[in-house]
C-alpha cells in the first residue's frame, strides 16, 4: 500500500467513524443527513454532496439533504425515475461516474449550482438501496486529482449509502411508531372524552350533577383521591377521567387491580424487584410505580393490600420514596395515587384489617359515587345512551315500551350502570322487533320489580318530579336558554324540547327569559334594560 494509499485509507476510516457517531440524530432525518454529507465535503473534499430520496406518495425523486446548496438550489432539484443521471442511477440501481458534466448531455444541472462554462467537474453517483429496492441516491461533485481513482470514490460513497439507507429505515420505523402511538392516543382521548361527556354528562340528578362537580375541583390539583362505591357504578371510569382532565394527562395511567394478585406477588408488582431477590427472580423488573412515572397510578380494590404492602405504600405517599424488592437503594418518583374500593374502610380500620394513617392519607379528597338506584331519574337518559351506542354497533333501532322503562325505574340494580349496559346489550341480542317489551327482560329483575310494586302511585311519579326540578335548575342555570341547558346536561335539542313539553315547562321558561340576566361578557346594548332582553 502507497503512501497515498494508507492516508486515504485512514481518512476514509476516520469518516466512517464519524458518521456512525450520527445515528443518535436518526430522529431528525434531515439534520443527520446533512451532517454526514458536511463531513464528505470537510474530510474528503466531495463537493455539493446531495441525498435525493423518493417520495413516496408522488413518486418523483426530490433532495431531501445537501451541502453547499442554497435553499432555492435545493429546492428545484426534482427528478422522475427516468430523468437525468439521477434518474439513471436510481432506474438500473448501479453507481455512475461522469468524468465532465459539462459534455454530458443526461447530466440536467437543474439545480443551477454549478457553472458549468467555467468549471470541469467530475460527477459520482451511487443508489441508496433498501431491501433490495431503490430509495434513492447519494452523489457528489469531484475535481479528480491524480492521487484519487473515480473506483475508489465508488466504493466508499456505495458504503455511505449503506449507511445512509439503515438511516432512513430506522428513521421511517420510529415515525410509523411515533403515528401509531399518537393516533392510539387521539383514539384513547376520543373515547375518554366521548364517555366524559356521555357517561356523566348524561344525569339530571342531584347526585350527577355533585359528582362532576367534585371531578372537575379535584383533577387539576395534585391530592391522592378515594373513590368510593359499589362494584358497577365506574370507580375506573372516574379515575380515568380526573387522570384525563389533569395536567398528568399526557403521561402514563397504570391500573393494578389489587384483588387479582396473589399476596407474595403485589410487592413485586407495584414497587419491583431486582434479580435474586426471591426464587424465580432471574432478572431485574421495573415495578408499577416506575412505570406510572409523572402519571397516575389507579389502585383498585385497595382494600385487599396486604398490611406489609400497605406500610410500603404509606411510606411512598408520605416522602414519594421506596425500594425494590431485594435493593437497598432509595427511588424517588412523582406518582399521583387515585385508590377505589367498595369496602368500608373505617370499619376495616376498626377490625385491624386496614392500617388507620394509611386510610386518612389516602382519605384526602374521598368521592363517593353513587349507586344506580339513588340517581332513578338518570335511568332513562343512560337507557337512550346506551340505545344510541349499541344502534351504532349492531345496525339497528330499537325502543323499550313505557312498561320496560317503568321496570328499569322500579328495578334495584346490584349491578349499576354495568349492569344496565350489559341488560341493554342483551336485549339487542334477542330482539326480533323494534318495539321491546317486558316479556324480554330476565324473569328475576320482572320477579324482583314485582315485589317491590309501589302501593301508592305517588311513588313512580316522585321520579318524575326529581327529573322536572334538574331540568328547570339547568335552564335556570343557563339563563333559559335550552340548548345550553341541554348541553350541560348530557341532552340533545330534540331531548330538551320534549322534556319542556312533557312537563309543560314553555310558560315558565317565558317568565324566566323576561327577567334573565345578560350572559357573562355580553353587554345590554342602548335602551335595553340590564335585566331585560331587547
Not at 372524552?193 to 355533585?210: D, L, R, W
Not at 337507557?383 to 349492531?394: C, E, N
Not at 339497528?396 to 322503562?405: A, C, G, N, R
Not at 327482560?441 to 311519579?461: D, F, G, I, Q, T
Request: some cysteine; proline content about 5%; aromatic content about 6%.
Amino acid at each position: 500500500m502507497t503512501t497515498t494509499d494508507s492516508r486515504i485509507y485512514q481518512l476514509e476510516l476516520k469518516v466512517l467513524y464519524e458518521i456512525s457517531g450520527i445515528m443518535r440524530q436518526v430522529l431528525f432525518l434531515d439534520q443527520a443527513l446533512g451532517s454526514i454529507l458536511k463531513i464528505l465535503s470537510d474530510s474528503l473534499a466531495m463537493e455539493r454532496a446531495t441525498v435525493t430520496l423518493k417520495d413516496g406518495r408522488t413518486g418523483v425523486l426530490r433532495i431531501c439533504a445537501s451541502h453547499s446548496l442554497g435553499p432555492e438550489e435545493k429546492r428545484r432539484g426534482v427528478y422522475e425515475p427516468n430523468e437525468g443521471v439521477t434518474g439513471l442511477i436510481f432506474r438500473k440501481v448501479q453507481p455512475m461516474v461522469v468524468p465532465d458534466i459539462g459534455k454530458e448531455p443526461l447530466f440536467l444541472n437543474k439545480t443551477g449550482a454549478r457553472d458549468l462554462e467555467k468549471e470541469a467537474i467530475s460527477f459520482i453517483g451511487v443508489p441508496i438501496v433498501l431491501n433490495g429496492e431503490p430509495i434513492g441516491v447519494l452523489s457528489v461533485d469531484r475535481l479528480f486529482g491524480s492521487d484519487v481513482s473515480s473506483t475508489e470514490d465508488v466504493r466508499f460513497l456505495t458504503i455511505v449509502a449503506t449507511l445512509i439507507s439503515h438511516f432512513v429505515h430506522l428513521n421511517h420505523q420510529i415515525q410509523k411508531r411515533e403515528k401509531t402511538l399518537v393516533n392510539e392516543n387521539r383514539s384513547l382521548r376520543a373515547e375518554i372524552s366521548e364517555k366524559y361527556n356521555h357517561f356523566f354528562a348524561v344525569g339530571v340528578s342531584p347526585a350527577m350533577q355533585t359528582l362532576k362537580e367534585m371531578i372537575r375541583k379535584v383533577a387539576p390539583s395534585r391530592a391522592s383521591v378515594l373513590l368510593l362505591g359499589e362494584s358497577g357504578t365506574g370507580k375506573t371510569l372516574t379515575a380515568r377521567i380526573i387522570h384525563e382532565l389533569s395536567q398528568r394527562g399526557r403521561c402514563p395511567f397504570i391500573k393494578v387491580n389489587c384483588a387479582a394478585l396473589p399476596d407474595n406477588l403485589i410487592e413485586s408488582e407495584l414497587f419491583g424487584h431486582e434479580k435474586g431477590a426471591f426464587t424465580g427472580a432471574q432478572n431485574t423488573q421495573r415495578g408499577r410505580f416506575e412505570e406510572a412515572e409523572s402519571g397516575t397510578l389507579f389502585l383498585d380494590e385497595i382494600g385487599e393490600l396486604p398490611l406489609g404492602v400497605q406500610a410500603k405504600l404509606l411510606r411512598f405517599l408520605q416522602d414519594r420514596e421506596f425500594e425494590r424488592l431485594g435493593s437497598g437503594h432509595t427511588r424517588k418518583l412523582d406518582v399521583r395515587i387515585v385508590a377505589a374500593t367498595n369496602m368500608d374502610l373505617a370499619t376495616a380500620v376498626e377490625a385491624g384489617k386496614f392500617r388507620g394513617d394509611l386510610y386518612h392519607r389516602l382519605n384526602v379528597f374521598p368521592i363517593s359515587i353513587p349507586p344506580l338506584r339513588h340517581r332513578k331519574a338518570d335511568i332513562p337518559l343512560l337507557a337512550d345512551y346506551f340505545i344510541g351506542k349499541m344502534s351504532r354497533d349492531y345496525g339497528k333501532p330499537i325502543q323499550f315500551s313505557l312498561e320496560v322503562i317503568d321496570l328499569l325505574i322500579r328495578y334495584n340494580w346490584p349491578g349499576n350502570v354495568r349492569e344496565l349496559e350489559n341488560l341493554i346489550e342483551r336485549l339487542y341480542i334477542l330482539a326480533e322487533d323494534i318495539m321491546i317489551g317486558p316479556g324480554l327482560l330476565p324473569s328475576a329483575m320482572r320477579r324482583s320489580c314485582r315485589e317491590v310494586r309501589p302501593s301508592s302511585p305517588l311513588e313512580v311519579p316522585s321520579i318524575e318530579t326529581l327529573e322536572k326540578e334538574a331540568i328547570v335548575e339547568a335552564l335556570e342555570r343557563n339563563n333559559w336558554i335550552q340548548q345550553r341547558a341541554a348541553r350541560e346536561i348530557g341532552l340533545t335539542s330534540r331531548q330538551m324540547g320534549y322534556r319542556v313539553k312533557k312537563f309543560g315547562l314553555d310558560d315558565l321558561i317565558n317568565q324566566g327569559k323576561k327577567s334573565r340576566q345578560p350572559l357573562p361578557g355580553s353587554r345590554a346594548s342602548p335602551g335595553q334594560s340590564a335585566g331585560r332582553e331587547a
